[in-house]
């Protein structure tokens, strides 16, 4: 077969894998795969008479449904004995867990230690199998290591999905992992003596770093030698890194194996091709190990290893062919590797250096040949990302480029000296430890820039969510501009008309939207008003700033980001201890007012009406604990507080939400709305008066259990699971 028949086999299985990942229907996915396959082959014979015969195109559409059968059937699911099983009969109660740590702890945000656990043992019973998402105390999980054997005491529970749409899934998160219960709880034992491996390996190295450089500085250039998920980076650190555009330099891919096969290439540049290629295999395998099998870096090393063939046997390769070509051995041995978000950027980085840095070059003849590729290699790689990089974060960083930049000489002597050091870390942590001395002024510069840019204002910008019909558009025009050169206007044109697919549907949602959203927090309600481009926000904290945070971290800006919202014109603070400091990061905050003056000292209060587009907000009483909310087709009831009396309505409220607080049954019979909206902490349990059969005209949704609410002009009222995922 031609090298273009092979191509479109090897994309047909790459498709179908891809619709397998993305939730497609087996028998309706295989049925169009299969339809598709033999539209093409009665068209493209025609159109392109070079191209692959039409056999082909039937036998990808076959590839295609195969691929997609094969990914549904490796899809994880829980066995018969899996923990899981049992949460409906003991989630919450207080269990002994016994089992093994297959993958190295690590620290969360909340500063516990984090542990997959293969289960051997739930209380008496040695027949539960499976695996567990474990969070310990700090100090109970500090020292542990990959194999040991540990007994647990805590409480079972099933993770949660995402409470609001482009917050974080956290089911769907460890479901691709093979795990579907939760654990909490801390050491019930001593743990079992720790057995030799790569972590001892992974230890030296680490220790060699934090030795010569302190922390947070040598763990960040561990991190940046053997990828961030190796290594416990402070959160802050990899948000900075992270917000700027410098991700790739804390996750292990192509970036740290080429960097890794330079160093390996000038030490072994006299020795026999057979002896050069055995150690470049055998460090790669090694690095592979120590990263911890992570699926970009497994395709870095496969496209090394060929790499690394062809320069020491001098044999010539086709680039693109060769990603295909890797992509789908990698596939076929784990088509789960296609959802994982480095491995989706990590390939399309490289087709961007590939195809685009040429041109971009070819643009750079002014400059010295150094200075033209440190410019062009961030430019044709956030090319090739940026679609993925706004479908899956919903975000932009505005500085991208600028920062790698201006970082990329950095990045590279510090790169390539880390893995001096972790090679001499190897023999003697101490000598690693001496040599990281010398990499002291380029990482103390390279945090001093980065930092600069993450307090620049805008440095990260919300644009929403896209479908993913628009990213195979935007791919599409960007292989129509790889398929042959275009005289410069057309190219113009194309390039235009990808970025119009990407950002006009964008910018005409948060032109014309109108929209309520009450997000699922407690006690404080928080609604998000939305009015043609113009927003509000409505809510408050619990007093506790940790909490306060999480509800701005995992509710409001999730949301906003969702919506592609980077301005609130009007905030409405209504109790608690909201971190206006850390709401207002990223974001623009017109104007500020509270219905509670002594918890926020210099906010004026809530004394009169204010306008957000249509939309009005005023307070019902003196004390600002019952608010109207108005629009001229919707009308919210907040009450905040406990009240001894309602005010008279003249017009009844679609929505009434009460706070957990001011939840009374008196309260309840006096609210005329048709539906009402509990925003409790508590289980609907702790209020045995609250009962659906007492109030049988009025429809009630607890905000704890449900989900989000929302209202808005297309769809009208949605409650919690009914709610459309699109939010349009």
């Known amino acids: 077969m031609s090298r273009w028949a092979w191509a479109v086999l090897l994309s047909a299985y790459v498709l179908g894998v891809l619709a397998g990942n993305m939730g497609a229907v087996l028998g309706v996915g295989a049925l169009g795969l299969l339809t598709a396959g033999g539209l093409l082959a009665w068209q493209m014979p025609q159109r392109w008479r070079a191209g692959p015969h039409g056999r082909v195109w039937l036998a990808a559409g076959l590839v295609g449904a195969i691929a997609l059968l094969y990914t549904h059937l490796l899809q994880p699911q829980p066995g018969p004995q899996d923990i899981s099983h049992t949460l409906p009969r003991m989630a919450g109660e207080e269990v002994i867990l016994a089992g093994q740590i297959l993958e190295p702890p690590r620290l969360t945000r909340k500063q516990r230690t984090r542990l997959i656990l293969g289960v051997e043992q739930l209380n008496n019973n040695a027949q539960i199998r499976g695996k567990v998402y474990a969070t310990l105390p700090l100090l109970h999980g500090t020292g542990l290591v990959p194999g040991q054997r540990v007994q647990l005491q805590g409480r079972l529970y099933d993770p949660p999905r995402a409470s609001t749409p482009g917050g974080f899934d956290f089911r769907e998160f460890l479901a691709r992992q093979g795990i579907f219960a939760g654990f909490s709880g801390e050491l019930a034992a001593e743990p079992t003596e720790r057995p030799g491996g790569l972590w001892q390996a992974r230890e030296r190295?680490?220790?060699?770093?934090?030795?010569?450089l302190g922390s947070p500085k040598g763990v960040l250039v561990a991190g940046m030698v053997l990828g961030r998920k190796a290594v416990d980076l402070a959160i802050d650190v990899q948000t900075q890194f992270i917000q700027v555009g410098l991700a790739h330099t804390l996750a292990a891919s192509g970036f740290h194996v080429t960097t890794l096969l330079?160093?390996?290439?000038?030490?072994?540049?006299?020795?026999?091709?057979?002896?050069?290629?055995?150690?470049?295999?055998?460090?790669?395998?090694?690095?592979?190990?120590?990263?911890?099998?992570?699926?970009?870096?497994?395709?870095?090393a496969v496209m090394?290893?060929?790499?690394?063939?062809?320069?020491?046997?001098?044999?010539?390769?086709?680039?693109?062919?060769?990603?295909l070509v890797t992509a789908t051995v990698l596939l076929l041995f784990n088509p789960r590797w296609l959802a994982d978000v480095g491995f989706q950027l990590s390939f399309m980085a490289t087709v961007g250096l590939i195809t685009a840095t040429p041109w971009v070059m070819a643009r750079l003849t002014f400059l010295p040949s150094y200075l033209a590729t440190v410019i062009a290699v961030p430019i044709a790689a956030m090319v090739w990302t940026l679609p993925l990089l706004v479908y899956?974060?919903?975000?932009?960083?505005?500085?991208?480029?600028?920062?790698?930049?201006?970082?990329?000489?950095?990045?590279?002597?510090?790169?390539?000296?880390?893995?001096?050091?972790?090679?001499?870390?190897?023999?003697?942590?101490?000598?690693?430890?001496?040599?990281?001395?010398a990499l002291t002024w380029p990482v103390t510069l390279l945090f001093i820039i980065v930092e600069w840019f993450y307090h620049l204002p805008g440095s990260l910008r919300a644009v929403g969510a896209i479908h993913p019909l628009q990213i195979a558009l935007v791919y599409g025009v960007g292989l129509a501009l790889c398929w042959r050169p275009w005289p410069w206007r057309r190219h113009l044109l194309l390039i235009l008309a990808g970025l119009g697919i990407l950002f006009?549907?964008?910018?005409?949602?948060?032109?014309?939207r109108v929209a309520f959203t009450l997000l699922p927090t407690a006690p404080q309600p928080v609604v998000i008003v939305e009015d043609r481009g113009k927003v509000g926000l409505i809510g408050g904290g619990d007093g506790y700033a940790s909490a306060d945070r999480d509800v701005i971290d995992y509710q409001i800006t999730p949301f906003l980001h969702q919506r592609g919202i980077n301005r609130l014109d009007g905030v409405v603070l209504t109790g608690g201890?909201?971190?206006?400091?850390?709401?207002?990061?990223?974001?623009?905050?017109?104007?500020?007012?509270?219905?509670?003056?002594?918890?926020?000292?210099?906010?004026?209060?809530?004394?009169?009406?204010?306008?957000?587009?249509?939309?009005?907000?005023?307070?019902?009483?003196?004390?600002?604990?019952?608010?109207?909310?108005?629009?001229?087709?919707?009308?919210?009831?907040?009450?905040?507080?406990?009240?001894?009396?309602l005010p008279?309505?003249?017009?009844?409220?679609?929505?009434?939400?009460?706070?957990?607080?001011?939840?009374?049954?008196?309260?309840?019979?006096?609210?005329?709305?048709?539906?009402?909206?509990?925003?409790?902490?508590?289980?609907p349990e702790a209020?045995?008066?609250?009962?659906?059969?007492?109030?049988?005209?009025?429809?009630?949704?607890w905000l704890g259990d449900g989900g989000m609410v929302q209202w808005n002009a297309h769809q009208g009222l949605n409650l919690g699971e009914d709610l459309n995922p699109t939010l349009e």
């Not at 790698?404 to 001499?424: E, N």
């Not at 003056?597 to 003196?622: C, K, R, V, W």
């Not at 008066?689 to 007492?694: R, T």
């Open 205 to 212: 190295i680490v220790r060699a770093f934090v030795d010569g």
């Open 262 to 300: 330079g160093v390996v290439s000038a030490v072994t540049r006299f020795l026999p091709p057979r002896v050069q290629m055995a150690v470049g295999v055998t460090t790669l395998a090694v690095y592979v190990g120590l990263t911890g099998l992570q699926a970009a870096v497994v395709r870095a």
């Open 304 to 323: 090394g290893v060929v790499a690394l063939s062809t320069l020491v046997w001098k044999r010539r390769v086709r680039s693109l062919g060769l990603i």
């Open 392 to 437: 899956h974060f919903k975000t932009l960083s505005l500085y991208n480029v600028v920062v790698s930049i201006v970082t990329t000489p950095l990045i590279t002597v510090i790169s390539t000296g880390g893995f001096g050091v972790a090679i001499a870390a190897l023999f003697s942590p101490s000598l690693g430890a001496l040599i990281a001395l």
């Open 504 to 512: 006009i549907p964008l910018w005409v949602q948060g032109t014309t």
């Open 577 to 645: 201890s909201f971190d206006l400091a850390h709401l207002a990061l990223n974001r623009q905050l017109q104007a500020l007012w509270t219905t509670a003056p002594a918890q926020f000292e210099g906010i004026p209060p809530l004394s009169q009406s204010i306008t957000i587009g249509a939309t009005t907000l005023h307070p019902l009483n003196p004390e600002n604990s019952v608010l109207w909310l108005h629009q001229p087709r919707q009308n919210w009831l907040l009450i905040l507080a406990p009240v001894a009396t």
């Open 648 to 683: 008279a309505f003249t017009t009844i409220p679609d929505v009434a939400i009460i706070a957990e607080s001011a939840l009374t049954p008196d309260l309840l019979s006096a609210i005329p709305a048709p539906v009402v909206v509990i925003t409790n902490r508590q289980e």
């Open 687 to 701: 209020f045995p008066e609250i009962h659906p059969q007492n109030f049988p005209h009025t429809q009630l949704h």
